[in-house]
């Protein structure tokens, strides 16, 4: 077990983000950090992931844990290094602002017709 200055240095040198600090559906009671202008609707854990690499920040992944207002629902968190230059509300919005970049780009994939250079390349493979 840990004793509580070893807790205090570690608490010290990370930012801990639960996807419950950028749900659109939860209160600020609940665990929601930013205004509903910028929150979204049921973020994962996979999506604060992908939007850390996609902007280089170094994450601990941590899937076996619950936020402590949702305790029974075990959603995970990531541990980032605290950043100097930004706030750490600033960078859940920025974080909430790409996954719903990341959503629609997905959405504009899967709906929308596949440009012509897309069936060009299908049409290579299947033909030789």
């Not at 639960?18 to 609940?30: T, V």
């Not at 920040?57 to 899937?63: A, L, N, R, S, W």
């Amino acid at each position: 077990m840990r004793s509580l200055s070893e807790y205090i240095r570690e608490r010290n040198k990370y930012w801990i983000i639960y996807p419950e600090h950028l749900d659109y559906r939860l209160s600020r009671r609940l665990g929601r950090k930013i205004p509903l202008d910028f929150a979204i609707e049921n973020p994962s854990l996979e999506e604060l992931i992908k939007v850390c690499q996609l902007l280089k920040i170094p994450v601990i992944i941590e899937k076996d844990k619950s936020h402590p207002s949702n305790w029974i629902e075990k959603r995970g968190r990531i541990k980032i290094p605290k950043l100097t230059k930004i706030p750490k509300r600033k960078l859940l919005k920025l974080i909430a602002h790409r996954i719903k970049l990341l959503r629609e780009k997905k959405l504009i994939v899967k709906e929308g017709k596949p440009k012509k250079s897309q069936i060009d390349k299908m049409l290579k493979r299947v033909v030789g």
